[in-house]
């Protein structure tokens, strides 16, 4: 138990003083080694950074981050936020209903939480003050509509999860659809409530006819078209999940070139940006393998199973016991590093249980999106706050916590219903 709190404390007292979290798990794992190893465990860095980043899944997260950068710096993303808040905007809430719904399409092309949050932001941001939105909620939205990112295929943090598991990412894509398409709209759901409960936050209704509507129609193609391109050719048969990334990269640069969006400068800052990303989420991955290698080595991670294992829990009460462990442990550490951490200790654990791995994927991943707009680091509300002109962080933490409650009833749904992620997997698997 001693071991245990040791590294606990170590742990927290480097991330609260702000080492970035690479560099943190990594000087973890150098502080470990000498007190409780007896063998040179340093020695094994260079195999670690390179078994760990030599998988040739990985290959997909910075693929399908260039693929976000593209749809964004070639307009898609104004384009397909207008015809939804033409479709959407009649609902008490009105263009919160467009940031849930962008947020939504631009999901099931981005893979990535931050670029839909980022993206759909941009675009979202003037309508506050032009249409008279109560602005923590409309924040809430946006920030709530990017953590769909990581769920709704195709998603790097299911490739993450499907990587350290051993479990097939195929499945993991089908499995997160449904549930996304549940959270979107139970988001839309607490949209229309605080909205007819107080009729002022929901704005100026924008007004739209059907021929706009119909019209406006043509912009939802090419989102729908990368992800028939991406996800389909994964399900035909055609492609692995990289392929299939590559794909859409090739997809999204050919949209882009018919709309007459390709040039060098978008060429080089949606390719800087690429690197910059992926560096630093590679970077995580090499520190925290050779954390995961030092814990396994001097005995820790037998020793959180064993204690663990220890208490006796029945399933249903473990399943609590690792809600709000992620829950806790979001408020205090970025989502990827917390994914990578953690998983090869509790998935395990979990599986032997009984869980399955497909469903248990889906839950930790809806615990991770809860992560993101959970103060005080959650990555999604300083994406929405750096998008603004003026105001503090309070507004967009007021206006994110509703969006925390309708994740923990989708968690609840999931436990009391798992076919909502294991219905399509069954079919197609």
Not at 110 to 139: C, D, H, W
Request: proline share 6%.
């Amino acid at each position: 138990m001693g071991m245990i709190s040791v590294s606990l404390i170590l742990l927290l007292a480097l991330l609260g003083i702000s080492i970035p979290v690479a560099a943190g798990l990594g000087v973890l794992g150098l502080i470990l080694e000498p007190l409780y190893a007896s063998l040179p465990l340093q020695r094994a860095m260079g195999e670690m950074a390179w078994g760990s980043s030599n998988e040739f899944l990985l290959v997909a997260i910075p693929l399908f981050i260039l693929l976000g950068e593209i749809l964004l710096r070639a307009g898609f993303a104004q384009r397909m936020y207008d015809a939804m808040s033409k479709w959407l905007s009649w609902l008490p809430g009105g263009l919160m209903h467009a940031n849930i719904g962008a947020s939504t399409i631009f999901a099931a092309t981005s893979g990535s939480s931050v670029a839909t949050a980022a993206t759909v932001g941009t675009v979202a941001m003037p309508q506050i003050k032009r249409f008279g939105y109560n602005e923590p909620l409309f924040l809430g939205s946006i920030a709530a509509g990017g953590t769909l990112g990581i769920l709704i295929p195709p998603s790097i943090n299911l490739i993450i999860y499907g990587v350290l598991t051993n479990t097939s990412v195929p499945k993991l894509y089908l499995a997160g659809i449904i549930p996304g398409i549940v959270a979107a709209l139970l988001f839309m759901a607490l949209i229309v409530a605080a909205c007819v409960v107080r009729p002022a936050w929901g704005g100026e209704r924008v007004r739209a006819s059907w021929g706009e509507r119909m019209r406006s129609l043509v912009h939802l193609l090419p989102p729908a078209f990368i992800f028939l391109l991406v996800v389909g050719s994964i399900y035909a048969g055609l492609a692995t999940p990289t392929e299939a990334a590559a794909l859409g990269v090739v997809g999204a640069l050919v949209l882009a070139a018919a709309h007459g969006r390709v040039n060098l400068q978008m060429l080089r800052e949606a390719v800087e940006n690429t690197a910059r990303a992926t560096a630093m989420i590679m970077l995580i991955v090499i520190g925290a393998a050779f954390l995961n290698f030092v814990m396994s080595a001097i005995g820790l991670t037998d020793a959180i199973t064993q204690t663990v294992s220890g208490l006796g829990l029945a399933p249903g009460w473990m399943l609590l016991a690792m809600v709000i462990f992620y829950v806790i442990l979001g408020c205090f550490m970025e989502t990827l590093s917390m994914m990578i951490t953690t998983i090869p200790i509790i998935a395990p654990l979990m599986i032997a249980m009984g869980f399955d791995p497909v469903w248990l994927g889906i839950v930790i991943i809806v615990l991770v999106e809860t992560a993101l707009i959970t103060p005080p680091v959650g990555l999604n509300l300083f994406v929405v706050q750096s998008l603004r002109k003026s105001g503090s962080m309070q507004s967009v933490i007021t206006g994110s916590l509703p969006f925390v409650i309708a994740l923990f009833l989708v968690i609840l749904l999931l436990a009391i219903f798992p076919s909502l992620a294991l219905w399509l997997p069954a079919i197609f698997g």
